[in-house]
Nanobody
Framework: QVQLVESGGGLVQPGGSLRLSCVAS????????MGWYRQAPGKERELVAT???????NYADSVKGRFIISGDNAKKTVDLQMNSLKPEDTAVYYC????????????WGQGTQVTVSS
C-alpha cells in the first residue's frame, strides 16, 4: 500500500513563507510525476505545481515566481516552497504522486491546511 503524508502547513501572514513536505511510503520504486494541488472552501481542487521524474516543472499562473516545487525519488519526497504568500493562497494543500508500470496510478495525501491571514 502507498501512503502520502503532508506536513508543514500552518498560519502565516501575507508576504510570509512556508515549506510543505510530502513523504511517500510503501511499494514505490519510482515517482514518475509529483505534484501539489489545493482546494479552498467552496471551490474545486486545482493544480498548483507539478514536476516529472525528469525534472520538468509546471506551475499555475497564480503561483508562478512565488512557489517552487521539488522532488527527490531517492528520499520519496515532494516539497513545495511557498514565498510571498497571499490570502488567496489559503487552502488545503494536497500532495499527489503518479507511479506507472502497465498503467498509471495516482496517489493522494490527506492534505495540510495553509492559512494566510493578518
Amino acid at each position: 500500500q502507498v501512503q502520502l503524508v503532508e506536513s508543514g502547513g500552518g498560519l502565516v501572514q501575507p508576504g510570509g513563507s512556508l515549506r510543505l513536505s510530502c513523504v511517500a511510503s510503501g511499494s514505490i520504486s519510482v515517482m514518475n510525476a509529483m505534484g501539489w494541488y489545493r482546494q479552498a472552501p467552496g471551490k474545486e481542487r486545482e493544480l498548483v505545481a507539478t514536476i516529472t521524474s525528469g525534472g520538468r516543472t509546471n506551475y499555475a499562473d497564480s503561483v508562478k515566481g512565488r512557489f517552487i516545487i521539488s522532488g527527490d525519488n531517492a528520499k520519496k519526497t515532494v516539497d513545495l516552497q511557498m514565498n510571498s504568500l497571499k490570502p488567496e493562497d489559503t487552502a488545503v494543500y494536497y500532495c499527489k504522486v503518479v507511479v506507472g508500470a502497465l498503467y498509471w496510478r495516482h496517489y493522494w495525501g490527506q492534505g495540510t491546511q495553509v492559512t494566510v491571514s493578518s
